[in-house]
């Protein structure tokens, strides 16, 4: 399946479709519909099945700003975020088992760490 570089750049209400290796242009209403718009040109233009084609959008520009690269942004501190995440999940067990285990009561225990009792003995029982 061969690969075709894509760009991508508001323009009014559509998207406007640049396919570069086939000096091709069309355009789409929604994001959603970059990727199939992209591909069927190409599939049409060089007469080969929609099967064999697929796209790599490289920015998508909705005036100076690379859209594309925001969201990639965003998706990249998301998944920072989830990890961080874990590891405070992971540092609030340890927490607890090292406190329970040193006979201090699940509502202080509940109290340092701002959690409630409750939650205390439900980490402290598995």
Known sequence: MKEYEVTVTRDGRWWMIEVPEIDGLTQAR????IEDQARSLIA???????SEVAVV?????????DALALAREVEQRRASAASAEQQAAAALRDAVSQLVARDAA???VGELLGISH???????SR
């Open 44 to 50: 049409v233009t060089l007469d080969v099945p929609l």
């Open 106 to 108: 699940t509502r202080d």
């Open 57 to 65: 959008i490289r920015s998508v520009l909705v005036g100076d700003i």
């Open 30 to 33: 929604r994001v959603g519909e």
């Open 118 to 124: 409750q939650r205390v003995s439900q980490i402290a």
